[in-house]
Each structure stands twice: as structure tokens, then as C-alpha cells.
């Protein structure tokens, strides 16, 4: 996984902003800030797509965006419930990362990348110029992060819901799972986030980090 000039000290500077950004919390925000996330999240698509919406619409009580200013980041936290194959069930905190209007391909800060676990890319029905610029973002995303899964998601069906009779071939051609979604009237978010949560916690369950096993976040198999 390629991390570019971003390091251990680049996090701790994006930890910090975060406690700037939101100082005006109190002890217990700066102390869940503090928290390592179980999962990272990451959002990826042309600006004005909607993924800023998809995100409040999931979260909706939860809502309470983080904003990194130096980064152009925000960052968002969810405690998920989780259940395993076995059947066990575990709560594991979820960070979104959000980008803050400032999406351009190939001037993404190496940050954004790091440590992710899962992406949802996304792309507005209604722009075509959103959907041809898939392969950019692919491309970035894997100079990254090679393996990690990805769903891509067609969002704002609501213009014209005959927009799910097409094809979106990028999907089938990348072997990326798909979702026809609505932020605005919340048609697949949930299914869109729990899809990507689902498969993040997969893959790292079979990709476990040095941290994690030290952790025992995810015991030996």
C-alpha cells in the first residue's frame, strides 16, 4: 500500500486538528476523539455528488460533523452493532472521511488514503461528466489502497427514477458492488453503508494489521 510523504506524524497532526476544529465540544468530544477507530471509511467522487448528504442521511441523529480545515476533511463517527458469521455480535466504531469541497483527483492529501479500510465511490445520475471520471478516482484510490472493497453508488435516482433501467458498466467492469441510491429521499443509504461497513470488516478480518492483532481487535484465526 503506497502511503506517499504521509506518516505516523501527518495522523497526529490530523488528530489534533480535529481537537482545534472541535474545542468547543468539552473534555468527553476531545476524549472520543482521542478513540482509535475501529474502521475507516472513505468517500471519493467529483464534487457536488452528494456524498456529503449521503453521510447526514445515514447518520441522521448522529449527525455531527468533525472539520479538519488544514486537511479539507471532515470526519464523521458511528457506533455500528455488527454481526459476525458466528453469530457473535460486537459494536465497533466507524469513522467516515469525508472531503470538504475541495475534490480533485491526484491532489488528495496522502492522509485521506491511510489506514482505510472501505470506500464508497460516488457519482450523480444526472452528470454525466461525475460518471467518466470514475476511472480517476479508481486509479487514485488503488495507488493507495490496493485491495481494499469499494460499492459504487449511483445517487440522486430521485431526479428520474427511470435512471435504474441503465447500465453502469463500471461496476461489472471493475467487480465493484453497486447501489442505485437517494440522498435525498433516503431510497439504499442505509443498505449502501452497511454493504461497505460489511465488507470493510471482512477484509480486515482477513487483512489484519500488525496494530490490530497487537490490539486484539481481530484475535488469530
Not at 492529501?109 to 482505510?116: D, E, F, L, S, V
Request: charged share 30%; proline share 2%.
Amino acid at each position: 500500500m503506497k502511503t506517499g510523504d504521509f506518516d505516523a506524524r501527518d495522523e497526529a497532526r490530523v488528530s489534533r486538528e480535529a481537537e482545534r476544529e472541535d474545542g468547543k465540544g468539552g473534555d468527553d468530544e476531545k476524549e472520543e476523539l482521542d478513540e482509535q477507530a475501529d474502521l475507516k471509511i472513505i468517500l471519493l467522487g467529483d464534487s457536488a455528488v452528494g456524498k456529503s448528504k449521503l453521510v447526514e442521511r445515514y447518520m441522521m441523529g448522529d449527525y455531527c460533523p468533525r472539520r479538519m480545515s488544514t486537511y479539507a476533511l471532515t470526519t464523521h463517527h458511528k457506533e455500528v452493532v455488527v454481526t459476525g458469521d458466528d453469530g457473535e455480535t460486537q459494536t465497533l466504531r466507524v469513522e467516515f472521511w469525508d472531503t470538504a469541497g475541495q475534490e480533485h483527483f491526484n491532489t488528495m492529501h496522502p492522509a485521506y488514503y491511510h489506514r482505510a479500510h472501505g470506500c464508497l465511490m460516488v457519482f450523480d445520475v444526472t452528470r454525466k461528466m461525475t460518471y467518466q471520471h470514475l476511472a480517476e478516482w479508481f486509479g487514485e484510490l488503488r495507488s493507495y489502497c490496493e485491495d481494499i472493497p469499494v460499492i459504487l453508488v449511483a445517487n440522486k435516482i430521485d431526479v428520474d427514477y427511470k435512471v435504474t433501467r441503465k447500465k453502469f458498466r463500471f461496476a461489472q467492469d471493475n467487480d465493484l458492488s453497486f447501489f442505485f441510491a437517494s440522498a435525498a429521499d433516503g431510497t439504499n443509504v442505509v443498505k449502501v453503508f452497511e454493504e461497505c461497513i460489511k465488507q470493510a470488516v471482512e477484509h480486515k478480518t482477513m487483512n489484519p494489521s500488525f496494530l490490530d492483532e497487537a490490539l486484539g481487535l481481530f484475535p488469530d484465526r
